[in-house]
């Protein structure tokens, strides 16, 4: 079944290539196109359109419909071309002539627009619980392992004094950037576009504030080619904010991977969390965080595609927004599968003692020293000179006393003020 079919058959390839694989894709936004199907159903009657009395057969068939996709038995069969064509099917079937009447005064473009809006934002609010997890469980790492020195790098060369409660936290303090850019596409989406139709509204009396607040958005899209022009733009943008979120959790596992090389050897996780070699039994390899740091490239990978399918453009809709979704709910679901397991792992890791009076660290502290020189009244340049030159001639021993005091240093990690930014 086709919501556009006319009296004549479409080229078995043409209908293949077209429809894709939209059926399986559909199957994400299911509940949500029944959910406004309900809200355009009781507004039809609101403004005459349909009877109270259809509306009410009507939303009872759709929550019976909910119900199965709430069961997982939902299907999408051969025999349509996507989830707005089966739903409505699936009225006709079961109400004949009152079924029939679901379509009145909208288009497939504003259902698909407002479904993929209400899932997006229900899928941004779980990922935003998600990563507020991941900051507390960074946050309670932090504060147990505050006093544990670490090696900072530069370059990848020892460079100063760290710690891993420094480390946990940073990253902790990050993923608050990234929250709010994921609260600012939360608002963005928040926008009911149903009523825009094809693009240019309806001559049907509708009353799309109505349909926002039964929907449950905070604000009307107003303009009906502002509404379909936010079609590519809504997926730009929360590309984007997975993207960023993205690129944090792959630095992260980066970092971890690397931390977990004997050539460092700061952490460890247990032997349930890594896996082995088929030749070499000593190996604990760090799979989940490559998989987690491979999995988060490919989410940042999908702004570009966003970009590329949309900057050409002009207003109106075009079938190449079909190509938005799969990428789109892809990146979704990754985002929230790489969030629970990397804190599964991170919960389990093994924090290390390291050495820091091992040979390789022994200029770990030059930056401090020269420091302590400055607080003696010896000006900076020479008080750098003169722990170069120690260096430089073998002379130089390290003083590990020194406490860094200002706020969010080593011996000040300001964890709660980080924890009031995300309250």
């Not at 079919?5 to 293949?16: C, N, R, T, V, W």
């Not at 000593?282 to 702004?303: S, T, Y």
């Not at 200029?363 to 400055?374: A, G, R």
Request: glycine share 4%; with cysteine.
């Amino acid at each position: 079944m086709k919501l556009w079919k006319k009296e004549f058959s479409l080229d078995q390839a043409i209908e293949d290539f077209t429809v894709g694989n939209d059926r399986e894709i559909d199957l994400f936004i299911a509940k949500y196109d029944v959910l406004a199907s309900k809200a355009h159903a009781k507004m039809l009657a609101s403004v005459g359109i349909i009877s109270h009395k259809e509306a009410n057969i009507l939303v009872k068939e759709l929550d019976h419909l909910l119900n199965e996709i709430a069961q997982n038995n939902f299907k999408i069969d051969q025999t349509f071309e996507d989830v707005h064509s089966k739903i409505e099917y699936e009225l006709t079937l079961k109400l004949g002539e009152v079924g029939k009447k679901i379509h009145t005064a909208r288009s497939r473009n504003d259902q698909v627009l407002v479904a993929l809006q209400l899932y997006y934002k229900n899928e941004i609010t779980v990922i935003l619980k998600k990563v507020k997890t991941l900051f507390k469980t960074l946050i309670s790492l932090a504060e147990t392992h505050q006093h544990k020195l670490l090696p900072g790098y530069t370059h990848l060369q020892v460079a100063m004094p760290s710690s891993f409660g420094l480390w946990f936290s940073a990253y902790a303090e990050t993923l608050l950037d990234d929250i709010e850019l994921l609260t600012a596409t939360l608002k963005i989406v928040d926008q009911n576009p149903l009523g825009s139709a094809a693009g240019y509204g309806s001559s049907f009396p509708i009353d799309r504030e109505f349909t926002t607040k039964e929907l449950n958005f905070s604000a009307l899209k107003y303009n009906v080619v502002a509404a379909q022009m936010a079609r590519g733009k809504n997926e730009r943008i929360l590309a984007s904010s997975l993207g960023n979120l993205a690129n944090t959790l792959s630095k992260f596992s980066m970092d971890i991977c690397l931390y977990m090389s004997q050539n460092f050897g700061f952490i460890s996780f247990p032997d349930e969390l890594t896996t082995g070699s088929s030749i070499m039994p000593h190996k604990k390899n760090p799979d989940v965080f490559e998989l987690i740091r491979g999995k988060c490239n490919q989410i940042q990978a999908v702004q570009t595609e966003m970009l590329l399918l949309t900057n050409n453009l002009p207003s109106g809709y075009h079938r190449d927004y079909q190509l938005l979704k799969e990428n789109s709910i892809k990146a979704i679901e990754n985002t929230k599968n790489v969030l629970d397991i990397f804190n599964y792992s991170i919960e389990q890791i093994i924090v290390k003692d390291v050495d820091i009076d091992d040979d390789k660290y022994k200029y770990l502290f030059t930056v401090d020293n020269i420091n302590n020189l400055v607080t003696n009244g010896v000006p900076f340049r020479e008080a750098y000179q003169k722990i170069s030159s120690e260096v430089e001639n073998g002379s130089y021993e390290p003083d590990t006393s020194k406490k860094h005091t200002h706020i969010g240093s080593i011996h000040n990690l300001a964890l709660e003020k980080i924890t009031e930014k995300l309250n």
